[in-house]
């Protein structure tokens, strides 16, 4: 199962603490604020859940599976995922 925001959104508003508007309200800053950061070239760690890290990849060869032709792929940036000890563990738990 896909978790999306208005499932997220939804969990906040049925936990009866939070009008839909202002649920949709604090998913949608919460998201920009780890994108904005992320964008900038920062890690997030998110205590107890994991840490999304910035990396840099430097320029290499490559083959086009299709053609076989070689070619060279440019640099960028990727995004990685941790998972903390304490996410880690629940999910092997429920094995």
């Known amino acids: ?4 925001k208005a499932d997220l959104v939804n969990r906040l508003y049925k936990s009866e603490m ?3 508007t ?3 309200k604090y998913v949608e800053t919460l ?4 994108k ?17 890290c910035v990396k840099d ?3 290499r060869r490559g083959r086009n599976p299709h053609t076989g ?7 960028r940036r990727v ?3 941790r998972p903390s000890g304490v996410l880690r563990k629940k999910v092997n738990e429920n094995k």
């Open 36 to 52: 904005s950061r992320l964008v900038d070239g920062e890690d997030v760690l998110i205590s107890g859940f994991g840490k999304f």
């Open 18 to 20: 939070f009008k839909k």
């Open 69 to 75: 032709e070689d070619l060279i792929l440019e640099p």
């Open 1 to 4: 199962m896909t978790l999306t």
């Open 22 to 24: 202002d649920a949709v």
């Open 79 to 81: 995004i990685t995922f």
């Open 31 to 34: 998201l920009e604020i780890i």
């Open 57 to 59: 990849k430097r320029a």
